[in-house]
């Protein structure tokens, strides 16, 4: 018998049915595998010199943050993304996107310095994302300071970014610094630092700065520029407000007014913050952001920035119950009872960039 005839009289109908049902399990079962690995969440870390890796990838059964674009994160003052691989700046937001379809970036610029300073750094990194990533834009969210670096980046290279969110940043300023800085030079207007003291704090700031790059994985070499007294006048009121007279847009023109805009150069921007410094007594960090509030004079603030200096762009809400650290769920996530999380704050706010194709 020919290899043709054998294959026929062993071939027949009924032995044929179940062979063409296992391929086609076989074939829907690599189209479901390829799209789960299509559907796949992914976090990277750009704390490094060389580019940003893959830190985790996962499937996941909801579309619910799936952006058009990345979701990028920059952290604030003295910031690091993973410290010492144990402590994570955006304590597990990341992770929480991720599981909704995001594709989250975290980077890392100087740990002190001032913001367009950092804003340069953050730029060359949304730069490589963008090339990562294989798309045009990204939406940056940043947090304390990294509020005002989004918007250098923003302001520079618009073609890079298609939203902006800002979360308990100081955008005019925060009253804390301007004490600090107060104290050290009552009379400094030159913006460098004139004495023994002021240089001696800076140090001390510069040190932070060099410890949280090392621990975030940075090797010696790689240190990036330190500067604590340029971080403290840019953080102030007067800093605040030279650096709004270059980049302005979607900031109230009064330092309690609302944001008259929404979205400029195509860009859409957004903010939000709490109030309050002592959320969750288990909280060690609470009682530290409490004495940092003493100088706002019973003014409503989280610590270190007040509910009007965070307003940029459309204010989600600029008092939900929780301090400095909660808005980015930090010191293990203890935050007020019966608040909205963090976590879901965040994941609210993307699926908000979703919704409007971003």
Same mark, same amino acid.
């Given at each position: ?78 910031? @690091? ?138 090797? @010696? ?74 100088? @706002? ?62």
């Amino acid at each position: 018998m020919t290899l043709s005839l054998y294959i026929r009289a062993a071939l027949t109908p009924k032995k044929l049915l179940p062979i063409l049902g296992s391929i086609s399990a076989g074939v829907l079962l690599m189209t479901m595998q390829t799209t789960s690995a299509q559907a796949a969440g992914q976090y990277y870390n750009c704390a490094n010199a060389n580019g940003c890796k893959l830190v985790d990838s996962k499937y996941f059964t909801s579309s619910y943050t799936k952006t058009q674009y990345p979701v990028v994160l920059a952290h604030g003052l003295g910031g @690091f993304t993973t410290l010492f691989g144990v402590i994570d700046y955006f304590n597990g937001i990341p992770e929480d996107l991720m599981k909704g379809g995001s594709e989250v970036y975290t980077t890392k610029t100087s740990a002190v310095n001032n913001s367009e300073v950092r804003g340069e750094q953050l730029l060359q990194q949304v730069k490589t994302i963008a090339a990562i990533s294989g798309e045009s834009k990204v939406n940056l969210f940043g947090h304390s300071q990294g509020g005002i670096d989004i918007r250098y980046v923003a302001g520079v290279a618009p073609k890079y970014v298609a939203s902006v969110t800002a979360v308990s940043s100081p955008e005019q300023g925060s009253k804390t610094a301007d004490f600090v800085k107060n104290v050290l030079e009552p009379n400094n207007t030159s913006g460098e630092p004139s004495n023994v003291t002021t240089q001696l704090v800076s140090g001390v700031f510069n040190l932070i700065g060099g410890f949280t790059d090392i621990g975030s994985g940075i090797s @010696f070499n790689q240190i990036q520029q330190q500067d604590g007294w340029q971080a403290l006048v840019a953080l102030s009121t007067d800093g605040a407000a030279k650096f709004n007279a270059k980049f302005p847009a979607a900031m109230p023109k009064s330092y309690c007014g609302q944001p008259t805009s929404t979205a400029v150069n195509g860009i859409k921007y957004y903010s939000f913050s709490g109030v309050g410094q002592i959320t969750s007594a288990l909280d060690p960090s609470d009682y530290l952001l409490a004495a940092t509030g003493v100088p @706002f004079a019973g003014e409503s603030n989280d610590g270190l920035v007040s509910a009007c200096s965070s307003r940029l762009g459309y204010v989600i809400r600029d008092n939900y119950r929780m301090n400095h650290l909660d808005s980015a769920d930090q010191v293990l996530g203890l935050t007020a009872w019966g608040e909205s999380e963090p976590k879901s704050i965040y994941r609210t706010q993307v699926n908000r960039l979703k919704n409007a194709n971003l």
